[in-house]
Nanobody, 125 residues
Framework: QVQLVESGGGLVQAGGSLRLSCAAS????????MGWFRQAPGKEREFVARISRSGSSKYYSDSVKGRFTISRDNAKNTVALQMNSLKPEDTAVYYC??????????????????WGQGTQVTVSS
């Protein structure tokens, strides 16, 4: 069992930056592939980024590649998402999630066992 709590969301103008953080308790996050997903109103939850247990492998959706950076600090039991050059279409609730599976296949919500409650990110034009 692991509990995840996101923080760092808010309102930002287009072109600005935000840094989201996810704090875990229970099992250490080093046991899991960690991912970020987002869900906009009327849309399905979509993959944003994921990182392997060691942090050596990172994957991003095409829509955020080059703008977002995922990182983890296993000693502090946290994972972060640095979001730069934000666009209005990035507006969504962002969720931190943990997967006990492979980083190769951990690109869909169904492969994650634990989820945070989400944090709202709103990007104004």
């Amino acid at each position: 069992q692991v509990q995840l709590v996101e923080s760092g969301g808010g309102l930002v103008q287009a072109g600005g930056s935000l840094r989201l953080s996810c704090a875990a308790s229970g099992r250490t996050v080093s046991s899991f592939v960690m991912g970020w997903f987002r869900q906009a109103p009327g849309k399905e939850r979509e993959f944003v980024a994921r990182i392997s247990r060691s942090g050596s492998s990172k994957y991003y959706s095409d829509s955020v590649k080059g703008r977002f950076t995922i990182s983890r600090d296993n000693a502090k039991n946290t994972v972060a998402l640095q979001m730069n050059s934000l666009k209005p279409e990035d507006t969504a609730v962002y969720y931190c999630a943990a997967s006990g599976g492979s980083v190769i296949t951990a690109a869909v919500p169904e492969n994650y066992q634990y989820w945070g409650q989400g944090t709202q990110v709103t990007v104004s034009s």
